[in-house]
Structure formats: structure tokens, C-alpha cells
């Protein structure tokens, strides 16, 4: 499962999908909800790449239903689906919606995950100085995952400064902007 994510952060989706596969066929019967739900958001993540945003939201979705229905509790995994889903929302052009989403999480719980959440969406509507205003608050950031997607953030935002068309290469799928 670790090797799918690595593959999917190193961009070979074809890699990931295998790993991920084999993943899921030893997680079927698993009594670790944790894990499965480690799965499927790095499934999330997968077809999110493969330019497949309504299929990672269904994922995510069926996968914060799951997860409701059950006594385990995992912070990370919590923040996680809490601020992906309007990630996607945004992706399939509901920026709005996602923005108000993200903002009404943030404020009855904030995290850092939110904020660089938050941050992209500021990036991708050509604000990257108010994305780097986000990320400067960023200070609680402890999984490794998140903090890969903040200082990717930052960089795609440092680069719009500079050339502001960067952006959309960066973060809007072709077909999506």
C-alpha cells in the first residue's frame, strides 16, 4: 500500500495502480479499517491524477460513509477526508461551493491540512500571494503526506509570481479549467 502512494507522489500511475491492487486484495478481509481507509485515499489520490475527479470523489465519499459508521477514530485520516472533498468539488469546476466548503470546515476545526487545502484553491484562482499567507501558518503539519502537498503548493505558487499562466499548468487538468 506505502509503495502504491510513493508511486502515485512519484507520478507512475500505471506503478501505483498494480500496487494498489494487490493492496486491496490483502486488505479485503481485514478487520483494520484504518488501513482500508489508507487505501482508498491514496486511491483518491491515484485517480485524481488519472484525471478522474467524479470517480475519486465517489471513493472518497463511499469511504467517509464507511468510516462513519464505525467506532475507530484516527485523527489524520479524519483531517484528510474532511479537507480532499471540496479538493475535488474544485477540480470538477464546483469552486464556490469547494471554497465555502473548506472555509466553513476551517472554521470549526481548523488544521493544517485545511489550510493548505485552502491554499491551493487561493493558487489556482490566480492569488498565490494569499496561498503563501496560508502556508506561513501551516506549523502542525506531522504527516509526511501533508507536508509533501504543502511545500508543493508552495512551489506551484512561487512559480505563478513569477510566470502567472504556470499555475494552470500545474494544478488544473487538462480539460478542467
Known amino acids: 500500500m506505502i509503495l502504491g502512494g510513493v508511486e502515485v ?8 495502480r498494480t500496487m ?25 489520490r491515484l485517480l485524481e491524477a ?8 465517489a471513493v472518497l465519499r463511499l469511504e467517509a460513509y464507511e468510516r462513519g459508521a ?11 477526508l474532511d479537507a480532499w472533498e471540496p479538493g ?15 472555509e466553513e470546515r476551517m472554521h470549526d476545526c481548523p488544521t493544517a491540512e485545511h489550510r493548505i487545502a485552502l491554499a491551493r484553491f487561493r493558487v489556482a484562482s490566480g492569488c498565490p500571494q494569499d496561498g503563501l499567507a ?13 507536508r509533501v502537498l504543502a511545500l508543493r503548493v508552495e ?20 480539460g478542467m479549467a
Open 88 to 102: 475535488l468539488l474544485f477540480a470538477l469546476g464546483e469552486r464556490e461551493h469547494a471554497t465555502r466548503l473548506l
Open 9 to 16: 507522489l512519484w507520478d507512475d500511475l500505471d506503478a501505483a
Open 134 to 146: 496560508l502556508l506561513a501558518d501551516v506549523t502542525d503539519v506531522n504527516a509526511p503526506i501533508s
Open 155 to 174: 512551489a506551484i505558487a512561487h512559480d505563478a509570481l513569477l510566470d502567472p499562466d504556470a499555475v494552470q499548468r500545474w494544478m488544473v487538468p487538462d
Open 50 to 57: 488519472l484525471g478522474q475527479p467524479e470517480a475519486a470523489l
Open 20 to 44: 494498489l491492487d494487490r493492496a486491496a486484495e490483502s486488505l479485503t478481509a481485514s478487520p483494520e479499517l484504518s488501513l482500508r481507509t489508507g487505501l482508498a485515499l491514496i486511491r483518491v
Open 70 to 80: 464505525s467506532d475507530v477514530d484516527h485523527p489524520l485520516l479524519h483531517r484528510l
